[in-house]
């Protein structure tokens, strides 16, 4: 059976992006150790406030663009309605035009929207992995399972991991490991350890003997007086977050832990209830009168009522570090959008329209001047032309000989200035001689 190695991303961008949140995790994690409470579940709600507030001015950008995208929908369903029914290439230049105009005179862009969802999509992705990995990307964590994995490898290199019998361990090692053969078997017993569950834990830890190992002078793992580093780790208020809600729930109503059950239960509920919230408070993309956009706007709509239902469902069987991630998220975000909410609605959006308005005018005239200097340079030089046209015309064929001559002279001496063109005839006559002569 093969191990699937959990190691740090190194996808173009997004292993980049990965890297530079997992140091924010790593330093959040530092910090909450040094004042005593080294737990996951606290981390990920700070990191996850922390990255939001970073990416606070690309929300606040963003929503800046819809509003200026609704005060220019009158307008634009104007040249909607102009153009409608029209095709011809001429039709579609102008209209075209009367758009670029448009969104020129408002300051924004048409794929305003399109960079920013591109900027934070990889973001987003780093997120879930860092959130995924922990001890990939926190130090602490890492060194805790990396003396774990040592003892196991100097038993049986990993045999009990691989043939236990237990179809929750090997499903686990399927899904989370790489090949030993790969060279690094360290890391791939440690990103398997830490999916585990803390029943399955409890089993690897039972045939390897590791309940007396220590990190840092404490117990790594948990025995019946003394909690372990690893569940002072994953535990938070009560709930297990190495465990899957669904697991947490089956293994607390075996034993009657009915606050165990209500609080795996809420994860599930607080995640949809939580997006569905952040979602009803973002601001809505305008249509512009146009059937597609509407079409567009109308599924979005439905995705975003199934998208709430469906993370609710991924949660009962995700660990529930990534169900308390999605809450806190949305939460964060939720909060985050009121401000931002407030923030826009104070903001004086006809006083930006009169600025990039101004703005625009002033492109427009450079872009004019500049157009005018073109046009009287070509005029220049085509009466520079007409008037040695003028001049040749006036003189006699003797004259103009002598004149050809002189030319003909002043080209073959090769005097001519550098990098005109005079100066390149010369070098293609002479490089032309030199191959004839061969």
């Not at 011809?88 to 230049?93: A, C, E, I, R, Y």
Request: with cysteine; net charge positive; hydrophobic share 45%.
């Amino acid at each position: 059976m093969d191990f699937i190695l959990l190691t740090k991303d190194s996808t173009f961008i997004i292993g980049q992006v990965a890297w530079l949140l997992g140091q924010i995790m790593n330093g959040i994690f530092y910090v909450i150790d040094f004042i005593g409470i080294p737990n996951i579940g606290l981390a990920i709600i700070l990191f996850t406030i922390v990255v939001n507030l970073l990416m606070m001015p690309l929300n606040i950008r963003q929503q800046k663009f819809s509003k200026l995208s609704a005060k220019i929908n009158p307008e634009m369903q104007l040249i909607e309605k102009k153009y409608k029914g029209k095709s011809d290439q001429q039709s579609l230049m102008a209209k075209n035009m009367e758009i670029q105009e448009l969104y020129a005179k408002y300051g924004i862009s048409p794929r305003g929207s399109c960079i920013q969802l591109l900027i934070q999509f990889p973001i987003l992705l780093a997120l879930y992995r860092v959130i995924n990995s922990m001890p990939d990307y926190v130090t602490q964590i890492r060194d805790t399972f990396k003396i774990l994995a040592t003892a196991i490898i100097d038993k049986d290199g990993g045999g009990f991991l691989q043939n236990s019998g237990i179809e929750s361990i090997a499903n686990t090692v399927s899904m989370y490991g790489r090949a030993m053969t790969d060279g690094d078997l360290t890391n791939g017993i440690i990103d398997v350890l830490n999916k585990l569950s803390s029943s399955d834990l409890l089993e690897v830890a039972k045939n390897y003997d590791l309940t007396n190992l220590e990190y840092q002078g404490r117990l790594i793992l948990s025995n019946d007086t003394t909690r372990g580093l690893i569940d002072t780790y994953n535990n938070f208020l009560g709930l297990n977050m190495a465990d899957s809600p669904g697991t947490l729930i089956r293994n607390a109503w075996a034993v009657g832990a009915w606050g165990i059950v209500i609080g795996a239960v809420l994860i599930p509920i607080l995640s949809a209830v939580t997006q569905w919230i952040n979602v009803k408070l973002m601001p809505q993309q305008p249509t512009n009168g146009n059937d597609k956009a509407s079409s567009m706007a109308a599924s979005m709509k439905t995705m975003n009522m199934v998208m709430p239902l469906i993370s609710a469902w991924f949660c009962f069987s995700f660990p529930a570090g990534m169900g308390l991630y999605w809450v806190a998220g949305s939460v964060v975000r939720s909060i985050q959008q009121i401000v931002i909410n407030k923030h826009i609605d104070k903001m004086d959006f006809n006083d930006i329209i009169a600025q990039n308005s101004e703005k625009s005018a002033k492109k427009l005239e450079k872009l004019k001047a500049s157009q005018e200097r073109m046009n009287a340079y070509a005029s220049m030089n085509t009466k520079k032309v007409q008037n040695k046209a003028n001049i040749m015309s006036g003189m006699s064929e003797q004259e103009k000989e002598e004149a050809m001559n002189k030319a003909t002279e002043y080209y073959n001496s090769g005097n001519a200035k550098p990098g005109s063109m005079m100066a390149k005839a010369n070098m293609v006559r002479q490089y032309n001689e030199k191959n004839n002569k061969k």
